[in-house]
């Protein structure tokens, strides 16, 4: 037999409905922090990278292309790459190299 049937035919007849309404309320919580919540999280992470983008990091953008940001804009940023310069909306940088990766940034700091 097909589950919904079983289930279907195992439901109460004129029950209470506060059951059905608990088990739904506790269906939307466990849907809310499971999905909806890390979701909004991971949006404004991302969101604060953006912003914190300046001239001179090391970035990959989302399709791959290594390299150097030249100029930020209000509605994107250079990026300077060995082919040359580039512009790209910030939504395309997926991720900014880290220190240990490139030490020679940390000497032109000094």
């Known amino acids: 037999m097909n589950m919904l049937t079983i289930l279907l035919q195992a439901a109460p007849q004129g029950g209470s ?4 309404l608990l ?3 506790l269906m939307f919580v466990g849907f809310y922090f ?3 919540r890390p979701q909004m999280k991971k949006q404004k992470q991302e969101k604060n990278f953006q ?3 300046r001239p001179g990091a090391r970035v990959v953008t989302t399709s791959g292309i290594h ?7 209000e ?11 580039l512009k790209f909306e ?7 190299f880290t220190q240990n990766r490139f030490p020679e940034m940390k000497e ?3």
Not at 17 to 20: A, D, G, H, N, S
Not at 90 to 96: Q, T
């Open 17 to 20: 409905m506060l059951p059905t």
């Open 23 to 25: 088990m739904m309320a």
């Open 34 to 36: 499971l999905m909806i």
């Open 51 to 53: 912003e914190s983008l």
């Open 67 to 73: 390299g150097k940001i030249a100029q930020v804009m």
């Open 75 to 85: 509605d994107g940023v250079i990026v300077e790459t060995m082919a040359g310069k």
């Open 90 to 96: 910030k939504a395309a940088i997926s991720r900014e």
């Open 108 to 110: 032109e700091k000094k």
